[in-house]
């Protein structure tokens, strides 16, 4: 929480004095606050919601109240500057009239504007003391907000005559051109004074100030909810008012507005430091547009706004910690969804309407529904008290802007928004980019749908057999590449952004043709010589790569002759020769989208295979289940034929391990195999620099 030392609490006791005692009128009401702000009792009070219900006076003690007493309690109500809070004054007022029976039945009393008008004229906007700060100077005009926004109330205007209409216009009025002369109320507090005045005009005739479709949206967005406006907007009020008391017959004009000093204020330029304000259009992450604000600050209304929230802080032993000062530049929604994740060159800006913090959420939805609350970049929204906020990694801690105060880190449950219903959302970016097979000198863009998120970083990568063609900045939201050569490779995504979030996605993909270099085979092992009717698989070199998306050709030649393929899958082949031959080749190509590799041969690797009639070895029974006999016969007509003198005798499975080994010197020999497991094997029979495979089936 942040400190507050000595001197800066006697501030605070002295403005409080002021907030009670100001106007020159000490108010005198016969109920006070039973459990006052601030005390032991009302921090002992976990909800806020239900420390702002213990202010509600008794029904039994409320009725008995008279009006005028009751005005004076209304006006010290300890938390009206709740309505710098809100995103709108209106609003501001509604949740404290909500939380506070005395707003409520003031608003009842037919006689409530009898004795606000009164107290109203013994205000007098210019009696500054040269001794006040900016702070406390803040404090005092906030009390004619206060004043001015009771009066405006519809169900008070509604219960109050013509005559005192035109009374409290004419009040209102010369509050308006004595605001304007001090120059430190600004376009905060000319706001509800216009109010008064438009409101009941309006209600009178709701054409009276409109000239076209436009200017009735934002002269009733204005009389809906009291929204900060241009001081021209406001004078485009008061000084109509004087036409249409002259179109009206039937009411005199308003003293002040047919007074010389009137017209004079109204034809000189503005007196500095006025605030001002600028409609604009700013995006959501995903670019759909978001009307917004921008306002510049009223010194005077800054530096109370940072004293008010001192104290409320101090008041409800609040963990806060002011991260930025009080502004009226940005608001808890501009903060939330737009000013945390902006360049530091871009504008603040206020963001008031729900219907525009929504647009974030819906439509093109830039966020996206959470239930990971404890990720530190998550949007936290209020639905039913029009605030936002942004969560921290410290799951009980909130990051938010109260309205026109400062910007605070706190606990959740430590500021002036109730807790209910709370939901959450995440950037939801998304990357669009092929992740199929890129050809050489063919272009690709990737791309993220964040385009709007000025203070989003990211970084791109590209892995080999790709060249830069254009983005790929830190600011960039796209990548433009081009295929230069063959291989796989992949283009890698990272967004990161000032409130902590962060994604990487890996796209991974094939650039140019396939790889094929080799062929290895024929499997069971390497040989120079085999048999006909037997199996041999062979093996492209690489294997395939799925990114590839390659298929591959596999031939034997010479072609003319008997041969099969007993299997076929993409980069091997088993292959059965029928016809004996001393110059058999596999040749085999890969091919993809971007066309043939070269053919490669088995020719390349270890020269041609040949293949005879083997009659060296015989072998049965097959299936077997105990034992297998093994016999070697040669044949009369291959006369080269060698007697070795030792055999090498193997059983392997079709993956190449092991399971029996022995070397045996006669021409018939036996093998026990009952140890083996039901499948399929082969028996190795080698010797000198030959080798043959004889299939074997065990089954049990």
Same mark, same amino acid.
């Given at each position: 929480m942040k400190r507050i030392?000595?001197?800066?609490?006697?501030?605070?006791?002295?403005?409080f004095i002021i907030e009670c005692n100001s106007l020159a009128q000490n108010y005198e009401v016969t109920w006070d606050y039973p459990i006052a702000p601030g005390s032991k009792e009302w921090k002992s009070i976990p909800d806020f919601v239900d420390r702002l219900s213990l202010l509600n006076i008794p029904d039994d003690q409320l009725e008995l109240i008279n009006t005028d007493q009751l005005v004076r309690i209304c006006l010290n109500y300890p938390y009206w500057g709740f309505i710098f809070t809100r995103n709108t004054f209106q609003s501001g007022y509604e949740f404290i009239k909500k939380n506070f029976n005395g707003f409520r039945e003031l608003e009842s009393r037919p006689n409530a504007a009898q004795y606000l008008l009164k107290e109203y004229k013994k205000m007098n906007p210019t009696e500054f003391s040269s001794e006040l700060t900016d702070g406390e100077k803040g404090w005092y005009m906030a009390r004619f907000t206060y004043i001015e926004l009771l009066l405006a109330q519809y169900s008070i205007l509604n219960n109050i005559d013509d005559e005192t209409k035109n009374q409290l216009i004419d009040e209102s009025a010369k509050k308006f051109v004595e605001k304007e002369s001090s120059s430190s109320y600004g376009i905060i507090g000319l706001s509800t004074t216009a109010y008064i005045i438009g409101r009941i005009i309006y209600s009178r005739d709701s054409n009276f100030f409109v000239l076209n479709n436009d200017e009735r949206a934002e002269i009733e967005e204005f009389l809906n909810s009291c929204t900060i406006e241009n001081k021209d907007f406001y004078d485009h009020i008061v000084y109509l008012t004087k036409d249409y008391f002259q179109d009206e017959k039937a009411f005199p004009i308003p003293s002040v507005l047919s007074s010389d000093l009137y017209k004079a204020y109204l034809e000189q330029p503005p007196m500095p430091p006025y605030g001002s304000k600028k409609d604009t259009i700013i995006r959501t992450p995903k670019g759909e547009n978001v009307n917004a604000t921008v306002y510049s600050d009223d010194p005077e209304w800054v530096e109370y706004f940072e004293y008010y929230a001192d104290s409320m802080i101090t008041a409800n032993g609040w963990d806060a910690t002011r991260l930025a000062p009080a502004t009226h530049t940005y608001n808890c929604h501009g903060y939330a969804w737009y000013v945390s994740e902006k360049d530091e060159n871009d504008n603040n800006?206020?963001?008031?309407?729900?219907?525009?913090v929504e647009k974030y959420f819906t439509g093109l939805k830039s966020y996206d529904s959470s239930q990971d609350t404890s990720e530190y970049y998550v949007k936290v929204y209020y639905p039913y008290d029009n605030h936002s906020a942004v969560s921290t990694p410290n799951p009980d801690n909130f990051i938010s802007k109260w309205g026109m105060l400062p910007l605070y880190l706190h606990k959740r449950t *430590?500021?002036?928004?109730?807790?209910?219903y709370l939901q959450y959302y995440k950037l939801n970016p998304t990357f669009t980019g092929s992740t199929s097979v890129l050809c050489n000198n063919v272009q690709r863009?990737?791309?993220? *749908?964040?385009?709007?998120?000025?203070?989003?970083?990211?970084?791109?990568?590209?892995?080999s057999h790709l060249a830069s063609i254009c983005g790929g900045g830190t600011k960039d939201y796209f990548f433009t590449v081009k295929g230069d050569g063959n291989g796989d490779t992949y283009v890698n995504f990272e967004i990161s952004t000032p409130t902590g979030f962060f994604l990487s996605i890996d796209n991974d993909f094939w650039a140019g043709k396939p790889i094929f270099n080799s062929i290895a085979g024929p499997f069971p092992p390497y040989i120079y010589k085999g048999c006909t009717g037997q199996?041999?698989?062979?093996?492209?070199i690489?294997?395939?790569?799925?990114?590839?998306?390659?298929?591959?050709?596999?031939?034997?030649?010479?072609?003319?002759?008997?041969?099969?393929?007993m299997y076929q899958y993409y980069d091997w082949v088993t292959i059965v020769f029928n016809d004996p031959c001393d110059y058999y080749q596999v040749i085999a190509r890969a091919s993809n989208t971007c066309g043939p590799t070269n053919w490669v041969s088995t020719l390349d690797e270890f020269g041609y295979i040949q293949i005879m009639n083997c009659y060296y070895f015989s072998m049965y029974p097959n299936p077997a289940s105990e034992y297998i006999t093994i016999i070697l016969t040669v044949p009369e007509n291959d006369k080269d034929f060698v007697r070795p003198s030792e055999f090498n005798v193997r059983i392997i499975d079709n993956v190449g391990i092991s399971y029996y080994s022995t070397t045996k010197t006669e021409d018939s020999f036996t093998i026990p195999v009952s140890h083996l497991k039901d499948g399929n094997y082969f028996v190795l029979i080698t010797y000198g620099n030959k080798i043959e495979s004889l299939p074997l089936i065990i089954k049990h």
């Open positions: 030392n000595y001197f800066r609490l006697l501030i605070f006791v002295a403005l800006v206020w963001i008031a309407s729900i219907l525009e *430590d500021c002036p928004y109730p807790q209910h863009t990737f791309s993220t *749908d964040i385009t709007n998120m000025t203070g989003a970083e990211f970084t791109w990568e590209k892995g199996q041999y698989t062979f093996y492209a690489p294997a395939r790569d799925p990114l590839s998306q390659s298929s591959y050709q596999w031939m034997v030649e010479p072609g003319y002759l008997s041969w099969y393929f």
